[in-house]
């Protein structure tokens, strides 16, 4: 199998999700939502996203390799699981973000940085579509406009503070 871009951004994305889970389970204030279905979320989709660190190789290795129709449902599946990743990167940075209150000062770099490896996994989803789209001839421009749209709804939060410094997410 050859691990690319799309292997990477799984494992990063899970890497994220990690780090956005340890600084929830440290979650403080008198208002503290009820995280036990979002943790249950992100710990089942944490397990699915990492199957696709080494599916990613092993389906982009066949799609290379094989012609006609055989090629055309290898490099479909490959756009089902990239587009996957990215609207999971999406679903859990909008979740996050509305979170942030509740991190603890004293952990919020971990939340912080687990959100923008899910950030950066969001962004190999975007571009691996673009690519993929244009190299297999595929027609991904609806998916690729709406994983485009949760990065753009993420710019135009306000950005995450860490202690008296503002960190610009753009």
């Not at 595929?138 to 690729?144: E, F, T, W």
Request: proline share 2%; charged share 25%; hydrophobic share 40%.
């Amino acid at each position: 199998s050859a691990y690319g871009g799309g292997s990477a951004a799984s494992l990063i994305f899970c890497l994220g999700v990690s780090l956005i889970e340890l600084a929830l389970s440290f979650n403080q204030g008198n208002d503290k939502p009820n995280l036990a279905g979002f943790f249950k979320t992100l710990k089942k989709t944490k397990a699915k996203i990492l199957t696709y660190v080494d599916k990613d190789g092993e389906i982009f290795s066949k799609a290379m390799a094989a012609k006609g129709t055989r090629r055309l449902k290898y490099s479909s599946s490959l756009e089902k699981i990239t587009f996957n990743l990215g609207d999971n990167c999406g679903k859990i940075l909008i979740i996050s973000q509305s979170l942030k209150p509740f991190i603890k000062k004293s952990i919020e770099s971990d939340f912080y940085l687990g959100c923008e490896f899910i950030k950066v996994a969001l962004a190999a989803a975007i571009k691996n579509l673009e690519v993929n789209s244009n190299f297999f001839e595929l027609n991904s421009k609806a998916k690729i406009a709406y994983l485009k749209g949760y990065l753009a709804r993420w710019k135009t939060e306000k950005p995450l503070v860490i202690g008296n410094k503002t960190e610009d997410k753009g």
